[in-house]
Antibody, heavy 119, light 106 residues
């Protein structure tokens, strides 16, 4: 059974850096074709993809946010970390991590973590 | 960058068939995934690679994709189908979600 859980601060100040951790179980991020992605959703708005890291450490980023994002993995801890710099109130959202099997889809999602950006 | 267009809302009578569209330039050449999201919950995959159903998803859910439009079809709509639905594609190794459609079951 695959599960993912996001963790991190619930409140950050403008200009600060956000660090979120996705801790997963039920799969290995060293298995060929597997990946973990990050997606966010501002209150009342649509889903927005942020980043994706593959088993081979290949990384992909949203073109509009690429300069602010870094995604890394720790295979031994079954964790994926997303950092987003220079946070702004418009970045207030629920942040999800999701499992990407060896096909182009997010088949299992974490419960999400709400992050508010406010001074 | 690639964009998909979804209607903001779709209504369907209980027991009837709902069709939710996802428009995009030559989207038929891409593989489309569909997610269902109820308020306060994480998205759930309901259709992948245009028309495949994950285990546990009822046969009432189906999909098609051709030309410039992909369609999620929900047959015999139930109250529990009321939710937001998002289409999603991979484009040039990046991921793109549509704007979402709110399905109301009357």
């Amino acid at each position: 059974q695959i599960t993912l859980k996001e963790s991190g601060p619930t409140l950050v100040k403008p200009t600060q850096t956000l660090t979120l951790t996705c801790t997963f179980s039920g799969f290995s991020l060293s298995t060929s074709g597997v990946g973990v992605g990050w997606i966010r959703q501002p209150p009342g708005k649509a889903l927005e993809w942020l980043a994706l890291i593959y088993w081979n450490d290949d990384k992909r980023y949203s073109p509009s946010l690429k300069s602010r994002l870094t995604i890394t993995k720790d295979t031994s801890k079954n964790q994926v970390v997303l950092t987003m710099t220079n946070m702004d109130p418009v970045d207030t959202a629920t942040y999800y991590c999701a499992h990407r099997p060896p096909v182009d889809v997010f088949d299992i999602w974490g419960q999400g973590t709400m992050v508010t950006v406010s001074s | 960058s690639y964009e998909q267009t979804q209607p903001h809302s779709v209504s369907v009578a209980l027991g009837q068939t709902a069709r939710i569209t996802c428009g995009g330039n030559n989207i038929g050449s891409k593989k489309v995934n569909w997610y269902k999201q109820k308020p306060g919950q994480a998205p759930v995959l309901v259709i992948y690679r245009d028309s495949s159903r994950p285990s546990g998803i009822p046969e009432r859910f189906s999909g098609s994709n051709s030309g410039n439009t992909a369609t999620l079809i929900i047959s015999r709509a139930q109250a529990g189908d009321e939710a937001d639905y998002y289409c999603q594609v991979w484009d040039s190794s990046t991921v793109v979600f549509g704007g979402g459609t709110k399905l109301t079951v009357l």
